[in-house]
């Protein structure tokens, strides 16, 4: 979920500092924004379908649920995955060219940090909730991203647009996307897109622009139809991507703004501790639902707000705390040292 590099050498000087990875690499904390403003949203998300205490209801449940519950279907069912599944492509391939200056065989380390992403969302799946999606990263990573590895870049990029329209054309929304935002996220990384996104403004700006000049009107033909309509899916999935963008590009353009201090300080901790908070949240919904009680189904926005809240505010203090003494969250270090058979060091350097 996140990027990294070689575990550093316990002798090496000056690698314990946040702003730069193992390897020399300059940490992208744009990167570490936009995974920790994703998380929330999809927290957000799948605070009643993780209510359901393992079973699953439709994305589009907001979206019918009357006006109360009509904001989720518009700004945040199907908007932040997409953002996810990018940055899970972007992580793989950052990580791909670390270990291809570290080790002989890259590939094979990458397919080790996968399976244990498997064998991590399997038991997340079947202890705690069927709607997991890290077996889905897996699998798909597994079949569809390790292998794009051998391909050069402009056919991962065909690719990509071509696994990312075909859904889209066929109203599918949700999981079909993920092969091809995956091999998207690979793209902008291997044609250095990601390395220069912190330095550029027209980009971003320009983007934005047209994402919401897309967002719009596919918006409008969202509320326009019924979730029960084959036209419904086609216009929710499209939005989903469009506002998704518009979300990717505005917090870019907020980097560039006075505003960064506080945007890093409020989303970076979450984002570096992705994977650690993604599985603690399923528990913490959980108890929070048995404390609410009720069907998840009528809960009010309020309601779904006040469960976010209770979440997120405990996960962003302890991640903050945590990540002053330590380099990584603790399941974030577990499954970097699984994915290196190496031990790296976990407490910071005084």
């Known amino acids: 979920m996140s990027h990294e590099t070689l575990p550093p050498a316990p002798r090496a000087a000056g690698l314990g500092r946040p702003t730069t990875t193992s390897a ?11 995974r920790g403003f994703a998380l929330c949203g999809i927290l957000l998300a799948n605070i009643k379908p993780i209510s359901y205490l393992g079973g699953t209801v439709p994305v589009t449940g907001a979206a019918a649920a009357g006006q109360d519950g009509a904001w989720l279907g518009l700004l945040v069912d199907q908007r932040f995955f997409p953002i996810f599944s990018l940055l899970f492509g972007v992580g793989f391939s950052l990580l791909l060219d670390s270990a291809s200056r570290h080790v002989p065989r890259p590939r094979m380390l990458l397919l080790r940090r996968l399976l244990i992403l498997l064998a991590l969302g399997l038991a997340h799946m079947f202890l705690l909730w069927r709607g997991d999606i890290l077996t889905i990263y897996a699998v798909v990573g597994l079949v569809v991203l ?6 050069p870049r402009r056919v991962v990029a065909v690719l990509a647009a071509v696994l990312i329209a075909t859904p889209l054309i066929l109203g599918s929304n949700g999981v079909p996307l993920v092969p091809g935002l995956f091999l998207l996220g690979s793209a902008l990384t ?3 897109v990601i390395d220069r996104m912190e330095r550029s403004v027209r980009v971003p700006a320009a983007l934005v622009l047209v994402f919401a000049a897309g967002a719009v009107p596919a918006l409008w033909l969202q509320i326009g139809t019924q979730p029960g309509e084959a036209a419904f899916s086609v216009w929710f999935a ?34 570096r ?21 009720g069907s998840p189904e009528g809960w009010s926005s309020a309601t779904v707000l006040l469960i ?3 979440v997120l505010v405990p996960q962003w203090l302890v991640s903050t705390l945590w990540l002053r003494r330590y380099r990584q969250g603790p399941l974030e270090w577990l499954w970097r040292w699984a994915t290196w058979a190496r031990r790296p060091p976990l407490r910071r350097a005084p």
């Open 238 to 271: 499209l939005a989903g991507l469009l506002v998704a963008g518009v979300y990717v590009c505005a917090l870019l353009l907020l980097l560039k703004t006075p505003l960064r201090p506080a945007l890093q300080k409020v989303f970076a901790p979450l984002g």
């Open 308 to 310: 976010a809240g209770a």
């Open 190 to 192: 291997r044609y250095g």
């Open 146 to 151: 390790l292998p794009s590895t051998w391909l």
């Open 273 to 293: 501790m992705a994977l650690t908070n993604y599985l603690s949240a399923t528990i913490l919904v959980l108890v929070a639902a048995r404390v609410i009680g």
């Open 24 to 34: 020399g690499r300059p940490r992208v904390a744009a990167l570490d924004v936009l």
